[in-house]
């Protein structure tokens, strides 16, 4: 009889093996990647996942990480700051807003053919 050890770890490779043959599991990524956790799903969770992954044409691992980013922002936050800094060099004309919205939206007389 297997342990529930060997049986894990069979089904896990059987598992790796499907999803490297239905993704691309060797991504380019614009960051390193180094650290390894890991994570455990219900069933019904790791199911729905990995069926969002295939829809998406990406790997589950690429699908958390977007999913931890965009949830908790780990690594934008200085990105937004830097462009809110870029923003706020820019020499833009501004008006009051009742002037900008004149000045964006045209008149009735112009709609009308």
Do not use: W
């Not at 239905?22 to 614009?30: C, F, G, I, S, W």
């Not at 990406?58 to 830097?82: H, I, M, N, P």
């Not at 820019?90 to 002037?99: E, G, R």
């Amino acid at each position: 009889m297997h342990s529930p050890d060997s049986l894990a770890l069979a089904s896990s490779l059987c598992l790796y093996g499907y999803l490297s043959e239905r993704y691309n599991t060797y991504m380019e990524v614009d960051v390193e990647l180094s650290k390894k956790t890991t994570i455990l799903f219900s069933r019904e969770q790791h199911r729905q996942l990995t069926r969002l992954a295939r829809d998406r044409k990406t790997s589950f691992g690429d699908l958390v990480r977007s999913a931890c980013e965009l949830e908790y922002g780990t690594s934008s936050l200085q990105r937004r700051f830097k462009a809110i800094e870029e923003l706020s060099r820019l020499d833009l004309p501004v008006s009051d807003v009742a002037t900008m919205k004149r000045e964006s939206v045209p008149g009735t007389d112009k709609l009308l053919p």
